[in-house]
C-alpha cells in the first residue's frame, strides 16, 4: 500500500514561518496531483495549495503569497513554505496524493491517500 507521513508542524507566533513536508511511501511509479488541506475546529477541510506533477500550482485566496508549495518527483514528497502566519491558520493540515499509481501483490492500483495530519497553532 501507500503512506503519507507529515512533519513539520507545530505552535508559531503570529507572523512567523513554518515548513511542512510530506513522503509517500510504498511501490509508487507515479503520483498525479499532491495537495495541502486543511482543517480548523468546527470548520469543513479545506484545500490550500495544490501541485501538479509537472510543477502548476494552485492556492486558496486567503494563503496566496503567503505560502509556497513545491515537490521533489524523486522523493514523492511535497513541502508548504508557511510564512506571515495569522492565527486563522491555525489548523490541522492534511498533505494528499492524488490519482497514485502503485504496486501491490504484483498487481498495479491507482488510488487516492491522506496523511495523518500535523497541527499548527498559530498564538503569541
Known amino acids: 500500500q501507500v503512506q503519507l507521513v507529515e512533519s513539520g508542524g507545530g505552535l508559531v507566533q503570529p507572523g512567523g514561518s513554518l515548513r511542512l513536508s510530506c513522503a509517500a511511501s510504498g511501490r509508487i511509479f507515479s503520483i498525479n496531483a499532491m495537495s495541502w488541506y486543511r482543517q480548523a475546529p468546527g470548520k469543513e477541510r479545506e484545500l490550500v495549495a495544490s501541485?501538479?506533477?509537472?510543477?502548476?500550482?494552485a492556492y486558496a485566496d486567503s494563503v496566496k503569497d503567503r505560502f509556497t508549495i513545491s515537490r521533489d518527483n524523486a522523493k514523492n514528497a511535497v513541502y508548504l513554505q508557511m510564512s506571515s502566519l495569522e492565527p486563522e491558520d491555525t489548523a490541522v493540515y492534511y498533505c494528499?496524493?492524488?490519482?497514485?499509481?502503485?504496486?501491490?501483490?504484483?498487481?498495479?492500483?491507482?488510488?487516492?491517500?491522506w496523511g495523518q495530519g500535523t497541527q499548527v497553532t498559530v498564538s503569541s
Open positions: 501541485i501538479s506533477d509537472g510543477g502548476s500550482t
Open positions: 494528499n496524493a492524488n490519482e497514485v499509481q502503485y504496486y501491490s501483490s504484483y498487481r498495479s492500483y491507482t488510488g487516492d491517500f
